[in-house]
């Protein structure tokens, strides 16, 4: 394999956006808040480390009591001439509302960076959609969308300069979990470029307008009917100049890091009828549904919305083929009562104003609160348009049996690219599976020039819940923005999962099963269950047993058996040469535990040692012996709502449940507890 | 004159809304902001008197440490199956927002109260617009609007009964100050037509889903990408439902009150080409205007949106006549950075869906933070539109020199009805004559069949300031929803304000001025200035002084010169008999003064009595005599900025201030409150 490019580093979306915030603030007001906390925590470690930022000092780094306070913190040290930001989302951005306002109406420069994530209605949910930076679209604030972990660290950048320049504060937002989260290898936006891009007579007349003794002015006052309405109109020049300064920001940008960037992106068929509009995460998938299309003879198109607000009709309007005859407008957030959602009225209005008002709209929900979004809804989408049985409005990846919204879509469709590897591993929270698969990355990351993505799902609960990481290797760059569909690798590292889900649901045909089992080799088929013994079977897999759980007891390692999994998961993917992946996991061990003392690096590294003689392919045998009917998750006792809806929950198959299925406002039975114990954890 | 009829009575839009609030809740929470308190405060009292709601309880009045206190109480007591109700504006309302997200979220049936008023940006205010409504339009809750006082209490109560039966819960709003702080003449709702408003089986319904021991539920649960989309598709048939089931509320109300409300109100013509369409006090303006676009062969009509969340296509279609060309959409905010306002967005989206596409939408903004909205601007937006000038997006009410979007009007039409008496005061904050007119209006309205107006004007710093009083009676209902624009009577109170402010510049062709004076009649002509002189001879008015400062003196009243001025308006303005005056306003005093000791009554009648001897009417002389060129505000040595803007203010002519003059970002000069020390207060 090549060796790695220098530059290339892989990383998640909050670093990538802490690394650039870092550098160009100040004063970094925060309030953890998931899953925008790693922006903080990653602020607040590099300040104790005293690490510079572009101009040579340390930011200063306040916790406050709640969000509430770190907008007010902003407020004020802006107004001192400080350059300043926070990180924040859902019910945190909702705390700083009443500051954001305060913020534009003065126009004053800063970007705040939001991981999107759902806000509380029926439920509270740690995960992403665009909720919460849609319920602050009034406040003044332009709205920057950035569609990946590269984006994510760009747009930090191009934000920052756009607001100094414009004088227009900047949300900078992508998808919680999936941005934040992933793990990308991007290309990092060097220090030179930074300081390239910061304008130096706007960080300067920014600090000439702080509130200062030596330079008194008054600014917040209170005015009366007689002027408010015009002060309130002398901003407009600043809104009307916005687009055009984010785009030369995008250009200058492009001139340094080669990476170019617009207003709105359209990728596609230059004579699409149909185009998807949409902004974040879920451009990922469609754009990688557009070749698919391309290749049935459809002419299909994607927006990508990248400046939310101020938002350009004229930069709208020029972006869009002039073939296109239908917009299918996407939203991943939901208003109820309203017309349409958000984007869905805007671009409605847009057409209109941009006189291309014969084209047909539709509106979609999708991905709320992180549910997937995948080429085969994008897929679905476009079929049932052509069709003619979309609705005006509609939901995309669920079933919707009440009030009908929902669009059908073909599960089993997936565009997997073939040359790429796709991991999935099965673990138990805190058992050590997500940190070694981070690491994993990071070694293939590092010696070698593929591509890597690494994305991993837990529940809200982590410890003693199921872990599933989805890790994704390649030559290409890898845009997926969603779980993997076909894996040609499983990795099961708890045995009695076996019975309770589907852990080989997604494995393709001749791919690799790794399974921790306490049972060898040669006995372990015996106690596969019905439904893994048939897959295997059906779908040739090869097939590796390793008792790990041996292995670490052996050398005084208790039940971390991170490192030995690993180890196996080199083994039988071929990565990486033997010799480089044992050095590399000794190295990440004496990284990992050196503070722990030798004795445990000790440890560690004989499990790494005794791993590959313990590791043994299984014979197959030719037919099905067992007759398990699978786990059952809860007695036949249990009352009827725990048998029908909690019971899919406890087997991770929540997904399936339909609307119908769920209560109205939230509302559920107590006493389902006692079920969900009877899960993973207190049986391994 | 006719004796008044019992049911109507004088009151605010605050004291109209608290009174049905306060009888249908067991639970009110509250925090005090203007202009929203008056709802808290009316609460408070009357829980302190043990005064009953419907069901005979007192309800329990909490006041938080803040709004989003007083939201989190609301929540809680709405989970222990209290009916619960807070009174809330502006920054108040943006801290509900997480809760709101909340109640909504889990179908919790309740009316918030706003007196919409301005969100602080540039500058603070505390003056009506909808900017704090429009941002919470995400949260789930339904929008219904009331747009006069005698709406505000009819809506209230409708929307009490319509979030029982629909689970959705309102926001009901009404321009902060103009209905909030408006007097009006109004039919009282009863208790026996609350009580039929108030459903039986729903009221017991939602105390039957309070958090229990005796019937445990959980509620507020922490939901997973795999669930929470479909939950949160689960409350669409609650949303689907609502409009009709506000339109079944209007519909009962209407048996019950004999007044009728739809979803979407039309009036004006049936053939109309033209359309404009709002919310709140602004309609007032509108269909006061109607009439004259008829009489000029125009076809235009109004389009009231009351029930802005949850929108219904179906009724906004339906409500619209098939002749409708254009669309003037009229928001009371401002969203900087936007495709257009909210309600413009909507109407644009809603003409699309309902197969009207080939109307044309206009959005316009108007009366930020209390401008005025008047028929003069209803007629200048549609010559404009006539003339085919009309901007896409416009502003109406001043005068945007920056980026030209304000449209003109002819500032000297108006619509004032000539059987109205239409009277203004000119008085000092705390000077008493606020309180004199409200007392004024009360007799005016207990004693007559007149319908009554009060509004009254005072900057936010209200001791000290100049209030204006503008009171309007007469034998039709008043809609008029904006300042006096031809009186037949001015007061002026305090002499020193004839040199400053021009008292007479609205008053009629042969009107009445009333002159608190220190000068005779016989010897105050030549002590007014040029401009007064020049009015009183142009316009041929009657001119009335009375020495009230010396009539207060002699009977030891000090300055209180009120009880003296609302004896003199009674005189001049021969509304009632002059004993029945008398009469009135001795009561009035007894109850007013009654704590304070028979001496103060004693004194106040006294002053009463000795009011119409000295009561005199001015033998005008045929020509000006006076040189005076008026008074000059500030120094020739101030500022320009002092010179240009702050003189402007101080004069009372900040309307007259373009874009143009006002800073970009709300930053002012320093040092400048040296010349408003010039003004008012310490010379009088």
Redesign the interface.
Known sequence: MPAASSKKVAMDGNEAVARIAYAVNDVIAIYPITPASPMGEWSDMWASQAKPNVWGHVPHIVEMQSE?GAAGAVHGSLQAGALTTTFTAS?GL??M??NM??I?????PMVMHVAAR??????????GDQ?DV??V????F?LLASNSVQEAMDMALIAQRATLES??PFIHFFDGFRTSHEINKIDVVDKACVQEMLPEAAVYAHRN?ALSPDN?????????????????????????S?PEIVESSMQRFAGLSGRNYQLFEYSGDENAEVVFVLMGSGVGAIKETLPHFHAQGKQVGCLAVRLY???S?THFIAALPQSVKTLVVLDR????????E?L???I???L??GDR?SVK?FGGRY??????FTPAMVKGILETLEAGKLP?HF?I????D??H?SVAFDKSFHLEDKDTVRALFYGLGSDGTVGANKNTIKIIGEKTDLYTQGYFVY??KKAGSITVSHLRFGPKPIDSSYLIQEANIVACHQFPFLEKIDVLETIQSGGIFLLNSPHDAASVWEHLPHKVQKTILDKQLTFYVIDAFKIAKEVGMGNRINTIMQTCFFAVSNILPEATVIAEIKQAIKKTYGKRGLSVIERNNQAVDLTLENLHQVQVPKKVTAHSNGHRWVPESAPDFVQSVTSK?LA????D??????????????G?AQYERRGIADEV
């Not at 534009?104 to 004053?108: I, Q, Y």
Request: aromatic share 8%.
């Open positions: 509430a019910q909702l705390l509302i009443p306002y305060k534009a109406g003065e126009l004053t759902s806000v509380a209605t029926h439920a509270l949910s740690i995960f909720s849609m319920s679209r009034s406040t003044g332009a004088r227009v307008r008194p002015v008054l600014r917040g006052t209170a005015q009366n009917p007689d002027a408010f309405f015009q002060s309130r109109e002398a901003c407009n020049p600043f809104y009307l916005c607000r101020p938002f009709i957030t939901k208003e109820p009562g309203s017309v349409g958000p869905y009225l805007d409605v209005s847009a209109q104003e008002q709209c991905g709320l609160s992180s549910k997937e005006k939901t990846g669920i079933h919707d009440v009030t919204t529940d809200s929950f991770g198959r929540g997904e449940l339909p609307v119908s299925a769920m209560p109205v406002d939230g509302t559920y039975p107590t389902t």
